[in-house]
Structures are given as C-alpha cells and as structure tokens.
Nanobody, 115 residues
Framework: QVQLVESGGGLVQAGGSLTLTCSAS????????MGWYRQTPGEARDLVALMGTAPLFTNYAGSVKGRFTISRDNANLYLQMTDLKPEDTAVYYCYAVDGARTTSWGRGTQVTVSS
C-alpha cells in the first residue's frame, strides 16, 4: 500500500497561482500511476491530471489544460496551478495506483479561489 499526504492548499485570488504537493510513502516503488482529482459538494470526484511511468504519459482535464502542470520527483507529486478561476475551488485529492491495481487516496486539501 501507498500512503499519500497532500499539502499546499489555501486561499488565492482569481488569476493567482498555487502549487500542491503530494508526498508518498510505503510501497512507493510499486506505483504505476499518480494524479490529482478534485471534488466539490454534491459533485463527483473528477480527474484533474494524471501521469504514469510505464509508459510515461500525462493527461489533463480539458478545463485545466494549459493552466495546470503535473510533475513528479521520486516520491513527491506536484500540481502547479496558474490562472486560477473560482470554478477551480474544490477539495483536491492525491491519487496513486500500484502494481497490484490497488488505489490509494490522500485526505484531500482545500483550494479556494476568490473573485
């Protein structure tokens, strides 16, 4: 299993920037995919960005493409968010899938974009 801890959420003004960090521990070497999802009350948890290692790839939701960038450094996953909009307000969750197809989730971190 993989344990995930997010950090970096907070309150920003529309048009501003924020970077989220997800620190992974446990069976990190087994991770095949990592990504970010977000959820607002009453809505489904939606994919924001995903990246894999075998093969290497990145995938972004259309609403964030060109504004958000996912990256990884060993056991750390990042989400660089720019040109933030009020509709980006959500709880953001770190996500990982290991070689046994087991899904891990972080506790979530709140991002609030004010206008």
């Amino acid at each position: 299993q993989v344990q995930l801890v997010e950090s970096g959420g907070g309150l920003v003004q529309a048009g501003g920037s924020l970077t989220l960090t997800c620190s992974a521990s446990g069976n990190v070497n087994s991770v095949l995919f990592m990504g970010w999802y977000r959820q607002t009350p009453g809505e489904a948890r939606d994919l924001v960005a995903l990246m894999g290692t075998a093969p290497l790839f990145t995938n972004y939701a259309g609403s964030v493409k060109g504004r958000f960038t996912i990256s990884r450094d060993n056991a750390n996953l990042y989400l660089q968010m720019t040109d933030l909009k009020p509709e980006d307000t959500a709880v953001y969750y770190c996500y990982a899938v290991d070689g046994a197809r087991t899904t891990s989730w972080g506790r979530g971190t709140q991002v609030t974009v004010s206008s």
